[in-house]
């Protein structure tokens, strides 16, 4: 038992079942020392909320302060520079972003972004980074 919930925790990642694996872990170390079936679900209980009142709470501020959000896809690229490859205006142009070519636009309509020019990506709408010269 304690194993099958071992493998279903890796499949929720919430804590509970790893922490009832745990306890039937406990269960089964009474009932190798011989104890009787009542003390091994007393065992097992008493185990499965002590580590659930107790343990489960401090593992997940531990795995919450060590894994801070971490930005990935789209959203890893705006605030990114870029250099324009091709002038860039409100109709279009092209940027050098994360060494891969994209289309473009400038973030101020009134704007018209040179050749050279570094940029910054001010977000991402569907595959057009909308880039801004700034001061």
């Known amino acids: 038992a304690a194993g099958a919930l071992a493998i279903a925790e890796a499949l929720s990642l919430d804590l509970v079942l790893i922490m009832c694996g745990g306890a039937a872990l406990?269960?089964?170390?009474?009932?190798?020392?011989?104890?009787?079936?009542?003390?091994?679900?007393?065992?097992f209980a008493i185990s499965a909320l002590g580590l659930i009142a107790v343990v489960r709470p401090t593992a997940r501020r531990h795995l919450?302060?060590?894994?801070?959000?971490?930005r990935t896809g789209i959203e890893a690229l705006v605030g990114n520079e870029a250099v324009v490859m091709r002038a860039v205006d409100s109709h279009?142009?092209?940027?050098k972003l994360g060494g891969e070519e994209?289309?473009?636009?400038?973030?101020?309509?009134?704007?018209?972004?040179?050749?050279?020019?570094?940029?910054?990506?001010?977000e991402i709408k569907g595959a057009t980074a909308i880039v801004w010269g700034g001061p």
């Open 92 to 95: 279009g142009g092209r940027v």
């Open 64 to 70: 919450e302060l060590t894994s801070p959000h971490t």
């Open 26 to 43: 406990m269960g089964a170390v009474a009932a190798a020392v011989g104890a009787p079936v009542t003390i091994q679900f007393a065992v």
């Open 102 to 122: 994209w289309s473009a636009q400038a973030f101020d309509p009134t704007e018209i972004l040179e050749v050279g020019r570094v940029v910054r990506v001010m």
